[in-house]
Structures are given as C-alpha cells and as structure tokens.
C-alpha cells in the first residue's frame, strides 16, 4: 500500500499559522502559550487519528514550528506543556529545553547571516600558494543534533531532525 510521505509540522510567521500534516490553524495575535500548545495538541490529535487518552510523539519539526510562536521567557510555559500536552515534569522540562535549543539554534544561524549579508563577507578563501584575489563567499551553519535521540518520558520523545553533512 502507497503511503504519501508526511508534512511536517511548521509555523508560518508571516500568515501566523500553524500547520500539522494537512490542516493548518491560525493563530491570533496576542495568543498566549496555552492558546498556541491547544491548537498544536488539537492539530496532532486530529492528523495522527489519536484521541484525547492517547500519548502521541513530539517530533524534531514540531519543535521546530513551536519554537518561534511560544513565549519561552513564560515562568508558566513547563506547567503548560505538561498541562495542555500530558507530559510528566521531567518530559516537560525536555521540551522546553528543546524549545529554547531550537531558538537559540535559529538566532545564532539568522545572526551569521545577517552579518555576511551586511558586510559581504562570511569566509574568505584563499587558494594555498597563490597571490591572487581572495574569493569571499558568506555561510552560516547551525546545528542542534547532537546525534543523540533525547528521551523526554514515557508518552513522548523528540527526534533530531536528518543530518546533512557539510561538503568540505
């Protein structure tokens, strides 16, 4: 039997809308973190066939699309995530871990590229044992796959996105 290949979940901040495999939700200005964490759990639910007594996997994309929508400086967003999700405290310490690997990994990467696009220069290359004009080129790399699954609890865990090797 064909199976389709699954669509990612992903936030886009320009229409602000989250989207889980086919169905995709908008999410209000001003949204608070609960809003955002029901939308995301009803979209899950709704695409994976799960009901509300089934635990359900937070993968590395999800991470992905709720990392820039969530408030991560919210004291409450842990007791929401293990509220809203059903995760244990430990598993949602995890997550909110993830969530803050996740921004910190996409700031850094926006950061670098910024800077070479301004400037115009990223990395200079030089061709060993020649006096001619270095070739500039800009590039930025960002990675938070340690190559490692992280285990966040019984009912979920996060997978690292697919590596790529960089070419040398």
Not at 68 to 85: F, K, T, Y
Not at 144 to 165: C, F, Y
């Amino acid at each position: 039997m064909f199976q389709s290949p699954r669509d990612p979940a992903r936030f886009d901040p320009d229409g602000r809308t989250l989207r889980v495999g086919g169905a995709e939700v908008p999410i209000a200005p001003g949204a608070g973190n609960e809003a955002i964490l029901e939308v995301y759990v009803g979209l899950v639910r709704r695409q994976r066939g799960l009901t509300a007594a089934n635990a359900f996997e937070v993968r590395a994309d999800d991470i992905a699309a709720l990392a820039p929508v969530l408030d991560l400086a919210d004291v409450q967003l842990r007791d929401q995530i293990e509220r809203v999700i059903g995760l244990s405290s430990q598993a949602a310490r995890s997550m909110h871990a993830a969530l803050v690997r996740r921004r910190a990994a996409i700031t850094a990467a926006v950061g670098v590229a910024s800077v070479a696009a301004l400037t115009g220069v990223g990395v200079i290359h030089l061709p060993q044992g020649s006096d001619s004009t270095p070739q500039t080129t800009a590039s930025a790399v960002a990675s938070t796959d340690s190559g490692v699954t992280p285990s966040i609890g019984d009912a979920v865990v996060i997978t690292p996105p697919p590596t790529t090797e960089p070419s040398p």
